[in-house]
């Protein structure tokens, strides 16, 4: 389905050139002077002659804020699986990257039943700040399609399970934004016979319905290699964010299974159980029922309590599971489990097993409650599952960077040779704004961005709104940045103004205000000449540690952790960087060599970066971090701290430190990452996924632009 486009003609008012162009059709019911602005034509220059009769109204489409769909069949707030529960994470995920998150369901559904309820009529709530949309499964999709017509969202993410009538029609929602499909369901099984099909083949009308989707997602590498059976592409991978342990089990609980229904191997469960009258086993999920003088099961149920206690976990499934939440969320407590080879769950066990054969679950179960296994292995933090997001985000969003210009906002930098003047000027450079110097305002602009608010700019604000311009304070720090470098008065004075007027680079903060995000873009051209390969440390390791002279810059704990670096790897490790605190330095590193480096030009600057072993990043609270990104884009693996982009998502989990105060985690960190980047196919990746996050920050950026220039004040 494609969206109805509105034919528009315009006259330039000093050639009497005319101008042809289309506009979504929810846009047709605009003002002359909104359509001038849509269609970024200056009203000074040109002039509306000419639309279509019978323009539609038009929708929201002032609101600045990016949106994303999703559907499901079953409401979130009445949790009944983990299914459910993985769409909830990721929709709490998205906001913080900056969207505005809609969920429409046909159907609720509530622990300790289990029972679905079927939306009667239309319905509306918010729910963690999402909007929830409960609507009848007859109209669904018409009201999908309504929404998105009018809200121009950023893409539509979806699910693909055992109603393959259902999912035909969510196919119908393909060309109104990106289509993601999101597949977390059991694959191949015979729904009458529970019957396992060899190999990858599974049913053929699947085929068509993920050649629907712009981007297909899989929860798993097994699922990942079946659906590309199928859809013929590489599949993306998301881990479901599991919930983390709140501590380690006591295992002198019971025995678990978590789960509903045969296919979930509850008869291999209850013959096992019969072996062991002393112990405890219980089944979390199935309907509530005496199974046996020691096997009970109690409904769906928050399993987190029994965790504390379970001496292990269960799962005999007879399908072909594409993941296995309950599995990895046990072993996350020290639980042992014992699984079947059916699909995923092999990947992340201490014990596989066929389910043909009980006799085998007997004896390893016994071996387990005698307490010869433990869980052995890593398992996935929910953040770092959740950092997969980033990147499929930057792939559903096809619609590539074009050379777009904004010549009706202006940017306004009022400083030199620092990281906000750079924003301004790469804004300049990539998306044609305006240079705006605070004099006269240039001809056909409609919109300043005020970049770092000061004194001088609280007077400059009033000027432009008096002389009908819309000003736009630009804040670049986030709250706890700002809060660690007492920029109190900026925060006091910017926050009244109120959010139409304020673009905020840090996107959990634009979502807490209400405001827009603005993301800052990196003139990548500039770094491309001095990149470099794959490279072994010489005798020394080189450390870049650049612009760290605040208290978010955790610099002490950095060189504490290069300290302990020249320790494990048994190299010397000098720092390059512009240390305030020499003597404090010195005695805090000890054998560390420094070597103090001041302000240089860019290029130089490039130069020095790229000779890096390694860049040390690991603060405590930034909006963006060019040093970061630009190190990696360079080459050069950089550490980021968790409270920057780069440590929420995007670049690789590898170089993410998840406590900044800890300084062995750091260096051993460090010697890892420099490790990795002598691989070919490591440093290349490496690369490639800065790059990713530059191009979808890019994208974000450019939408933003379009959306002021739309009128969104």
Known sequence: MRLQRIPLTFRNRITGDLAHTTIPGAHGGKSPDALLALCRRPAHTWSLVGRSRGSPQPGPGSNLSARIGIVLGTAWPD????GELVWRDIGIHMQRLGFD???????????????LRPVAEIETATVAGMAYHYVP??????????????????????TFGWDVVQAARLTSLRGMAPLVVYQQFWQGLDADTFAVPEGVEFRPEWAEIFAQADTLVANSGYAARRFAHASQSEVPVITPPTDDALGESSRDGAVLLVGSGPEKG?????????????????????????????CSSIGWADPRPYYQTARALLAPSLVAETYGMAVEEARKWGIPTI???????????????STARVGDWIEATARVLDGDCRVAGAVMRKQDALRGLEAVMTRANTRPLSGETFPSIATYSGGDGTSVDYASRAMLEMFGLSHYTGGDIPDGVQHVLLQAWSPAHASLFSRLRSQGVHPWVVVHSPAAQGELDGEHRVFSEVMPLGSGHILACHAPLAKALGARWLPVPTLVDELAPHRRGPR???????????????????????????????????????????????????????????????????????????????????????????????????????????????????????????????????????????????RCWFHERMIRSAQDLVDYRHRGLRDTLEAIERGGA
């Open 79 to 82: 949790i009944i699986g983990g």
């Open 339 to 353: 699984v079947s080879n059916n699909g995923a769950l092999a990947d992340h066990a201490e014990i596989v097993l």
């Open 101 to 115: 998150v809609h969920v429409f369901a046909s159907s609720r559904a509530s622990y300790g039943s289990g029972t």
């Open 266 to 294: 509850t008869d291999v469960f209850r013959r096992v159980a019969a072996e062991f009258p002393d112990h405890e086993f219980i089944i979390i999920g199935e309907a509530p029922d005496t199974l046996g003088p020691n």
């Open 536 to 678: 072994r440390p010489g005798a020394s390791i080189s450390v870049g540690m650049w612009n760290t002279w605040r208290p978010r810059k955790n610099t002490w704990t950095q060189v504490l952790a290069m300290r302990e670096l020249a320790r494990i790897s048994g190299r010397e490790v000098v720092i390059h960087g512009p240390m305030v605190d020499a003597d404090l330095c010195h005695a805090l590193g000890g054998d560390v060599r420094f070597i103090q480096t001041e302000h240089v030009s860019r290029r130089e600057f490039y130069e020095r970066m790229a000779d890096m072993d390694l860049s040390l990043q690991v603060t405590h609270a930034e909006s963006f971090n060019y040093c970061a990104m630009e190190s990696t884009l360079l080459g050069v693996p950089c550490l980021v701290g968790p409270g920057t982009p780069a440590g929420r998502f995007g670049l690789e989990a590898a170089f993410v430190v998840a406590d900044p105060t800890d300084p062995i985690l750091i260096a051993q960190m460090a010697h890892k990452a420099i490790q990795d980047a002598e």
């Open 137 to 158: 499964e007859a109209s669904i999709i018409a009201n999908v399609q309504d929404w998105a017509r009018e809200a121009r969202p950023s893409a539509i993410w979806t």
